[in-house]
């Protein structure tokens, strides 16, 4: 079954204490995307990967950071939470099109839900 | 900047109305993406469509439709006789081509009552 995979998907943590939430297609698909989604603001991107070892900031990085070794795995890292990175975190991933990274369709994963204390 | 704005922020209507969700986008861009994602209460995020700046075709798939006006920077959505399984938070995005972002509006919370 075509899916993304996140993993955890739920956390209560404390502030300072480095996590990181991975992520997994198994589509092959070279475009990958972290979004944050908070009350009121949509969804927010933080970061994305075209493909492998190509990384590049969204509109909402500050604090994350994320790699791209695999074309399977997109990790996300909070290197030192704060509780304002308390929220629903989505992974996404989708193919190339002839428009370009990031312009076809999106398969998301079910969500990580982050509580920094 | 890109941006896309979903004035509305919910909407409420009886099962069997017709509904529209409005999505204005800003680009300057010659070449962008459209999309619309719903988001039903348990939370997954389902693809509904995908427009491609130079197709304004209005498409209709089943009790949807779009309507994109490029005149208006707009890409509007609606639901004919609406149902309760249509309760759920709609957003609309922007992509351009080959940049990799991808921008969501707000969100718009439809509720569908019987």
């Known amino acids: 079954e075509a899916q993304v995979t996140q993993n955890p998907r739920y956390l209560i943590t404390v502030t300072g204490k480095k996590l990181t939430v991975t992520c997994s297609q198994n589509?092959?698909?070279?475009?990958m995307s972290w979004y944050r989604q908070d009350p009121g603001l949509g969804l927010r991107q933080i970061y994305y990967?075209?493909?492998?070892?190509?990384?590049d900031k969204g509109d909402v990085p500050e604090g994350y950071k994320v790699s791209r070794k695999e074309k399977r795995n997109f990790p996300l890292i909070l290197e030192s939470p704060s509780p304002n990175q308390t929220s629903l975190y989505f992974c996404?991933?989708?193919?190339?099109?002839?428009?370009?990274?990031?312009?076809?369709?999106?398969?998301f994963g079910e969500g990580s839900r982050l509580t920094v204390l | 900047a890109q941006k896309v704005t979903q004035a509305q922020t919910e909407i409420s209507v009886v099962e069997k109305e017709d509904v529209t969700l409005d999505c204005v986008y800003e680009?300057?861009?010659?070449?962008?993406?459209l999309f619309w994602y719903k988001q039903p209460p348990s939370g997954e995020l389902v693809f509904l469509i995908r427009?491609?700046?130079?197709?304004?075709q209005n498409e209709i798939s089943g009790r949807y439709s779009w309507n994109f006006q490029k005149s208006t920077s707009s890409f509007n959505f609606t639901i004919t006789a609406s149902q309760v399984v249509d309760s759920a938070v709609y957003f609309c995005a922007l992509s351009s081509s080959n940049t990799g972002k991808l921008i969501f509006g707000q969100g718009t919370t439809l509720q569908v009552k019987p």
């Open positions: 990967s075209m493909n492998v070892e190509v990384t």
């Open positions: 996404a991933s989708s193919q190339l099109t002839s428009g370009g990274a990031g312009t076809g369709e999106l398969f």
């Open positions: 589509m092959n698909h070279e475009y």
């Open positions: 680009t300057r861009d010659t070449t962008y993406y």
């Open positions: 427009r491609n700046s130079f197709d304004e």
